[in-house]
């Protein structure tokens, strides 16, 4: 049986036949309005083939990441763990913002907990899972004990009002455009042979300037044998200022200075280069822990294959390939003449597009009930939604 291709093109000609063949070439930003129709459409339906997987690492002590870049509109649809069986139990639970952070700190009795929140125009996904391997803490940093400052660095306190973790944090001052130390050898040594070359150490790093150009971590058994790793951004990117931002170190990336015992690490130092004063940094919890990966399935509004068989959200030219089935073609086709219809207004909007809306979403009483059942009524009869729902509280 042959597949038929449904291209930008012959999608052109479907709605041209809807809108009783209304020539398209004078409609502006075509590409547009087919690219709103599908938001449309998936947010009135669930697209099975809109439906996408991405790999993510989570560590344990984080719940901040990146949120998947291509997701549509935080519509999850599951997390489950890679090489782990899950049980009955192991649910993925969407939550509200604050319930999510009120219960971080403990495991979840479910698989899962995950929260969305944009802060600054950055998407980020909170996670909570019990599936990650258990981190180890190198230094609390919650007193200024067996820490030396020096270059820059200077008026090293506790501070017990301003912290990542309880009980305090580390507070110092950065001069200049410079670079200042925070240096500490442990009073007991750590094995941390399982974190070889795979675990990332994370330093909660909370600045009162955008003034920091790079970080470098030294990590060993000796002040001549250690690991060494400098990196210019946090978790979610550029630094912020006025919060806590988890800046990792990848040690599968360090460079090897000496021959440092991986079962004797004792040793740590941190270099701040800054391009001017920084008055205000703090620094608390450093600890290491394992990559563990994970499978986010969620929705996405890339359907349009180009020749070079990239799959994305947006239109590169008429012989992008739909990645439709039928009823969801047909639903996308209508809801594009009804993009189209709208935004040439006149007669067509108030004749045409009335009838296609009609088609689409059928007919009902003033009481909500149904006359005449429309194209999306079937099909999500058909497709019923997947996604997880959030708990918590909704609009009156």
């Avoid at 042959?2 to 012959?10: E, L, P, V, Y």
Wanted: glycine fraction near 8%; proline fraction near 3%; charge should be negative.
């Amino acid at each position: 049986m042959t597949t038929k291709i449904r291209s930008i093109k012959a999608l052109k000609d479907g709605v041209a036949g809807l809108l009783t063949g209304i020539s398209l070439d004078n409609v502006s930003d075509l590409y547009g309005k087919f690219e709103e129709a599908l938001s449309t459409l998936q947010q009135k339906a669930q697209l099975p083939e809109a439906m996408t997987s991405e790999i993510i690492t989570l560590y344990d002590g984080v719940t901040d990441y990146p949120a998947p870049t291509p997701i549509f509109g935080s519509s999850i649809k599951d997390i489950r763990p890679v090489g782990q069986f899950r049980h009955s139990g192991d649910m993925a639970y969407r939550k509200g913002g604050e319930d999510f952070d009120l219960k971080k700190g403990y495991s979840p009795h479910s698989g899962y907990n995950v929260t969305f929140e944009t802060e600054n125009g950055i998407n980020i996904m909170r996670v909570k899972t019990r599936f990650c391997p258990t981190r180890i803490v190198l230094d609390t940093m919650g007193l200024t004990t067996g820490w030396v400052a020096s270059g820059s660095a200077s008026n090293l306190t506790q501070d017990t009002s301003f912290y990542y973790h309880a009980p305090a944090s580390l507070r110092f001052t950065l001069t200049g455009a410079s670079v200042g130390y925070l240096t500490k050898t442990l009073t007991s040594t750590v094995d941390m042979t399982a974190f070889l070359n795979v675990g990332v150490v994370f330093l909660p790093l909370e600045l009162q300037s955008a003034n920091l150009s790079s970080l470098e971590l030294r990590l060993g058994s000796s002040a001549s044998a250690y690991w060494s790793l400098s990196v210019t951004q946090a978790m979610l990117g550029a630094w912020r200022t006025g919060q806590f931002d988890d800046t990792p170190f990848d040690l599968s990336l360090a460079t090897k200075v000496g021959s440092p015992d991986i079962t004797k690490i004792n040793y740590i130092r941190l270099a701040f280069t800054t391009s001017a004063t920084i008055a205000s940094v703090r620094a608390g919890f450093l600890s290491c822990s394992l990559p563990s990966q994970h499978k986010v399935m969620f929705s996405t509004n890339g359907i349009f294959k180009a020749t070079d068989g990239s799959i994305n959200n947006f239109i590169t030219d008429d012989d992008d390939v739909i990645i439709l089935n039928d009823a969801a073609y047909n639903l996308y086709k209508h809801e594009c003449a009804l993009s189209v219809g709208f935004g040439e207004g006149g007669t067509l909007s108030e004749g045409l597009v009335a009838t296609i809306n009609s088609k689409l979403n059928g007919a009902r009483t003033r009481t909500g009930a149904i006359m005449q059942l429309g194209l999306y009524d079937i099909f999500r009869a058909a497709n019923p939604n997947e996604d997880i729902r959030n708990t918590g509280s909704w609009y009156d």
